[in-house]
């Protein structure tokens, strides 16, 4: 048996008898078997069957081999009572099952467990029968918020009892994952800090120390605190906000090393945490209160940092001082001469985010030394109003590693290179290494490198939003080493809320053109070549979005679109004319698309059935869209959610595709990227939703759907879950055998061309991996076509006769 199939049944009780490993993971599952008959079976994943919530009390009965469970990502709310008698159970996996609130004590009786994953649940407590689990080597568990509890003691209320964690000596992975807004965790961290010290064999560790006194305590007693292999910490009070600025790609990025820890809301420099930082290869210093350069924290401790993320720290002016290096050397004269040969701070950062740094004005002063800084890859300065200097001549020597530079909203900055005389430099070029430069919103920007020479290597570069800039072809660097570059010459024009107001008529219901659980979308009208208002009727038309939800989730979406959207210059690509951000407000100015989407034609009933030729002409211009973001754009870009209602048509079926929220760019020289499952059912490529890992050819899947709505005018989902997904409907009759005609929207009444139709099926298909032994050899390959491939094939359809005679349907096909 094997999972992604789409069951929305489990398989009959006979077929279970003498399997020792069963997977249905990845389907519609709402109910299993009663209790059915598995003597020999040791592996079961149910994993990731969304509809599941329930689990007869007797399922587990007749499995008494059972070693490994997957229950994660249902929607079960407790675990049925025959499950804790099983009793050669050793891995049990709850993560993500976020309606499990409660584990009960006859958890106790799963003596031989060594695995107990609750990542991602909401459960309040744990049982004092988990320290029974003696045998287990790895537990993680998420706890749902605990609110003042009154007078009640902290030991009631206790989210783990004390000794649970210390009984559990065999522990070598112990992840706890805690609220923002826990109060139960203030009260009770410090009884299983002195808990979690005892742990002499443990090797990886996720913990919230809420003050720096509790990690004080850690680092002091642990006798391997000084020894993980994997730790990720978090320390100091980590209240959550209305809004974060963090992007989620950061959040990413923190989770691909292997020691992080972040510091928040903290007071000074605490010499446990500089301690800490000798450890460290992620540190991400959030809220700082009153430190004024990251150097403080001590330069001699951040050997091993590989990547520093800075955020909201408005006291900040500098993030290093060259000085504090002499000051903390404390060395003769005579010394200082020889030390630059072998003083290399900061010699292991590869990765530098700095953002919303009211008060920083630059990145570096002080005395430069050699080797500083030599390993820095990527650089980001995000909204740093008052940031002046980013580059002088002597940083600029130690940079030989940075290949990428990214600058946005910083409205002070003149010119990425600070330098009063630059012609002692005329012959040496910088950053030999760099690869891209994004600049974006910089409205004093006017020069590039002040006249050095910089980037010579450089392969691409994104210019948006900065109207004071010459054009880089003019500036002497940019027009002589910076061959092959491409610049962005698109700038957008920025709004207010109230003159889009007023162009939408205060967003008036009669203008609504569509709306999403996220956001609306509405008509208006704007002068030509600017951005005040127009009557309804002259000027420039435009659709007016509108990100209805707030906070983290909303800026988040906001950012990925006009990011990547604004990079955009493809005629398959709806251009992006500006942009709205007051306060919590998100808006963007798109063109106006005059058919609407086509999901609209395809399934509202009073608009005209699109004849064959235009379904043809919408798939291609599709398709050319896609395969722009995949292998034209600079970078390339991955989608994540493309359907239908994402497809917009002009008046003559021309294609614009949209929605760029859940966009995801590609670093390169990766083939993947690991993030959180995003995008809409139906659509959702079965390896992405298994494994996380999204690529192109995770919307290739998704085309793959879009291409069987337009050739069958049926939808990918039934929400009631009566009908079949649509990939599963046509699968079957793909399996049967059964007339083309049969698939095809009735709405054509007949009128394809059915080699076509054939064709396109297939290239469907493959884009699915669906293919079957009956199809052409070229069309048996397992692996999805790249998105240029399926242009082509969509071109040799386009080039096909409209309509089918009904003789040659008839003679080929069978009788419809």
């Not at 997977?23 to 008959?37: A, G, K, R």
């Not at 410090?190 to 720096?212: N, Q, W």
Request: aromatic share 8%; net charge negative; charged share 25%.
């Amino acid at each position: 048996m094997c999972g992604g199939l789409g069951l929305t049944e489990p398989p009959e009780v006979m077929q279970w008898q003498s399997m020792t490993e069963i997977y249905l993971m990845e389907n519609q599952l709402t109910e299993l078997s009663e209790n059915p008959q598995c003597p020999v079976l040791l592996v079961l994943f149910l994993n990731r069957n969304c509809k599941l919530r329930m689990i007869s009390p007797p399922f587990f009965d007749f499995m008494p081999a059972l070693e490994i469970l997957n229950l994660s990502r249902t929607r079960i709310k407790s675990m049925p009572e025959s499950l804790f008698r099983l009793s050669r159970l050793k891995r049990l996996f709850l993560n993500h099952c976020e309606l499990l609130r409660e584990l009960p004590p006859e958890i106790g009786e799963l003596q031989q467990l060594e695995v107990l994953d609750l990542e991602g649940t909401e459960i309040m407590d744990l049982p004092n029968e988990v320290a029974k689990l003696t045998k287990l080597t790895c537990l993680e568990v998420s706890f749902s918020p605990h609110k003042n509890c009154g007078t009640k003691s902290a030991e009631v209320n206790a989210l783990i009892p004390r000794g649970t964690i210390s009984a559990l000596s065999l522990l070598e992975e112990l992840g706890i994952d805690i609220h923002p807004e826990d109060e139960g965790w203030d009260r009770v961290a410090e009884a299983i800090v002195d808990d979690v010290c005892g742990l002499m064999r443990l090797d990886t560790l996720k913990f919230y120390f809420p003050r720096v006194e509790h990690l004080r305590k850690w680092f002091g007693t642990s006798k391997v605190s000084r020894s993980l292999s994997h730790f990720k910490f978090v320390v100091g009070k980590h209240a959550e906000r209305i809004m974060c600025y963090l992007p989620e790609d950061l959040e990413f990025e923190l989770e691909h090393w292997d020691r992080s820890l972040k510091y928040v809301n903290g007071l000074g420099v605490p010499i446990d945490i500089q301690k800490m930082l000798q450890h460290t290869t992620a540190f991400f210093l959030d809220r700082h209160r009153d430190v004024t350069k990251l150097s403080d924290f001590g330069i001699e401790n951040m050997d091993q940092l590989k990547c520093c993320i800075i955020g909201e720290c408005d006291e900040i002016q500098i993030i290093v001082d060259g000085t504090d290096v002499y000051n903390e050397a404390n060395r003769s004269e005579i010394a200082l001469e020889t030390w630059e040969d072998d003083m290399r701070f900061l010699k292991s950062l590869e990765y530098l985010y700095v953002y919303r740094m009211k008060s920083l004005r630059g990145i570096y002063e002080g005395p430069m030394h050699r080797g500083c800084l030599c390993h820095l890859k990527c650089l980001a300065l995000l909204t740093c109003p008052r940031l002046t200097t980013i580059f002088t001549p002597g940083v600029l020597k130690n940079l030989v590693s940075l290949e990428e530079l990214k600058v946005e909203d910083c409205p002070l900055v003149l010119s990425l290179v600070t330098c009063e005389d630059t012609s002692s430099y005329k012959s040496t070029h910088f950053l030999p290494n760099m690869k891209r430069i994004s600049l974006f919103s910089l409205p004093e920007l006017i020069s590039i490198s002040n006249g050095l020479c910089i980037a010579p290597n450089l392969e691409r570069m994104s210019i948006s939003d900065c109207p004071n800039l010459k054009s880089p072809s003019t500036d002497g660097i940019c027009c002589n080493h910076l061959t092959g570059t491409k610049v962005d010459p698109l700038q957008l024009r920025k709004f207010s809320s109230k003159d889009l107001k007023l162009a939408t008529r205060n967003f008036s219901p009669e203008g609504l053109l569509c709306q999403d659980s996220s956001f609306r979308v509405f008509k208006g009208w704007i002068e030509e070549n600017g951005t005040d208002p127009a009557r309804p009727g002259t000027g420039l038309t435009v659709a007016v979005k509108i990100f209805e939800r707030h906070g983290q989730p909303a800026h988040e979406e906001w950012l990925a679109e006009v990011s990547i959207l604004r990079l955009l210059m493809h005629r398959n690509w709806v251009k992006l004319i500006g942009y709205c951000v007051e306060v919590d407000q998100r808006l963007l100015v798109y063109e106006y698309m005059q058919r609407g989407s086509l999901h609209n034609h395809l399934f509202e009933r009073e608009t005209l059935p699109l004849p064959w030729s235009t379904r043809v002409k919408i798939a291609l211009g599709a398709a050319k869209g896609l395969a722009f973001l995949h292998e034209g754009a600079d970078p390339q870009v991955i989608h994540r959610d493309f359907k239908t209602s994402k497809i917009l048509l002009d008046a003559d079926y021309n294609v614009k595709l949209s929605g760029l929220e859940f966009a995801k760019i590609v670093p390169e020289r990766d083939d993947s990227l690991v993030t959180q499952v995003v995008g809409t059912l139906g659509y959702l490529d079965p390896d992405y939703l298994r494994t996380g890992h999204v690529t192109v050819k995770t919307d290739v899947y998704s085309f793959g759907v879009v291409l069987l709505e337009i050739l069958t005018g049926r939808k990918p989902y039934d929400p009631t879950g009566d009908e079949p997904t649509l990939v599963n409907y046509v699968q079957l009759h793909m399996e049967e055998e059964r007339s083309l005609c049969e698939l095809m929207d009735p709405r054509l009444e007949n009128e394809f061309s059915e080699e076509g139709a054939q064709i396109a099926l297939q290239l469907a298909a493959r884009c699915l991996k669906l293919a079957r032994p009956w199809m052409s050899t070229w069309m048996s390959e397992e692996a999805r076509p790249w998105m240029s491939e399926v242009v082509e094939v969509l071109k040799t359809i386009q080039d096909l006769p409209h309509m089918a005679s009904p003789s040659n349907i008839q003679d080929k096909i069978g009788k419809c």
